[in-house]
């Protein structure tokens, strides 16, 4: 029997392209989003029959409650949030609202309805500041968040794991994506690799603050890859586990990034203003979604650069200067 998914935040930058992967993979989706940045996103699927929207705001018991009566959902993929630190920062109650009490009560309803499997969107931010600048983080290392986004995520990835169920069926699992980048339904130029993209294909000087650390990076289109793989893997590898989401060798440092996009826009103006302030930065092992999952990358920074390039080049956005496509 074909499964049904529950994806919240279906119409931000990750569920967009999810919605699509998983549609073609054979599940039945439900969409559940507050449309903060819009629909745009969902209308290739909208009249798709496996496909269904609620306008729904996580916060809200009751109304969730009913979308879990009206349907019977297998699993639960939970991505809705207030995203990135800049955004969290600007709005922390909000932040808090959605992010913790929101995310508590979607758990709650889950466990009550017997849903079989939850997959919560956390963050490689939590590590904050590596000590050992030779070495790589991995999931056994400490959690030292530095913003409310991180701290957000680190309660809740504790309290998912920790979770008891009267169901014991019920496989609870957190993966910690790396820094996201590339091209989805729903656009976003206010990530690393796409600003930095952008604004030298459009021939303006990019200003870099910190170009000396260090963060992990992942196409977006390889985060609905490896949900996939989640949902699809023997409970026994992933149920009350955390996954890092990357790939070891696609650490870099902003430096790094410029020198990639520079190799495409030889001319490009670039300003660094060197800081010591900043708090987060890691590099990260990937080895444990890779031996425990089989999860491998399909995509490099580089592919994220040049299909960037082909999108400003080609004019496919209208405005990509647009406020749409940022968080704040």
């Known amino acids: 029997m074909r499964k049904t998914i529950l994806i919240t935040g279906g119409a931000g ?32 699927v909208w009249h798709h029959p496996n496909f269904r929207f609620y306008k729904i705001d996580i916060t809200e018991p009751d109304k969730v409650e009913s979308v879990f009566k009206e349907n019977k959902i297998d699993a639960v993929v939970h991505l809705a949030a207030i995203v990135g630190d800049p955004a969290c920062a600007k709005q922390p ?33 939590n590590y904050g500041k590596m000590s050992n600048q030779n070495s790589f983080i991995d999931e056994n290392s400490p959690l030292s968040p530095v913003s409310l986004y991180a701290e957000l995520k680190v309660k809740f990835e504790n309290i998912l794991i920790n979770s008891n169920s009267q169901n014991d069926n019920f496989c609870p699992t957190a993966l910690r994506f790396a820094t996201v980048y590339g091209i989805s339904p729903r656009v976003r130029f206010d990530l690393t690799v796409n600003e930095f993209t952008k604004e030298l294909a459009l021939g303006r000087e990019l200003e870099v603050f910190g170009e000396q650390f260090w963060r992990p990076y992942c196409h977006v289109y390889d985060f609905s890859r490896a949900i996939l793989l989640v949902l699809n893997a023997e409970k026994e590898r992933v149920s009350h586990n955390v996954f890092n989401v990357g790939a070891t060798n696609e650490n870099y440092t902003k430096l790094m990034i410029v020198e990639e996009i520079k190799k495409r826009l030889p001319e490009a103006k670039v300003k660094y203003i060197h800081k010591t302030e900043d708090p987060r930065d890691y590099r990260v092992s990937f080895e444990k979604i890779r031996n425990e999952v089989g999860f491998e990358i399909t995509r490099k920074v580089p592919d994220g650069i040049a299909e960037v390039i082909e999108l400003i080049n080609d004019k496919v956005l209208l405005n990509p200067d647009d406020p749409k496509y940022k968080n704040i």
């Not at 392209?17 to 290739?44: A, R, T, W």
């Not at 009550?112 to 963050?123: D, G, L, Q, W, Y």
């Open 13 to 44: 930058y990750i569920g967009s392209l999810l919605v699509n992967v998983l549609l073609l993979n054979n599940f039945k989706i439900i969409v559940m989003d507050k449309l903060i940045y819009g629909g745009e996103s969902l209308l290739n």
């Open 93 to 125: 109650e909000l932040a808090k609202k959605i992010n913790e009490a929101g995310s508590i009560n979607l758990l709650d309803i889950s466990i009550k309805n017997n849903v079989e499997r939850f997959i919560f969107a956390s963050t490689c931010s």
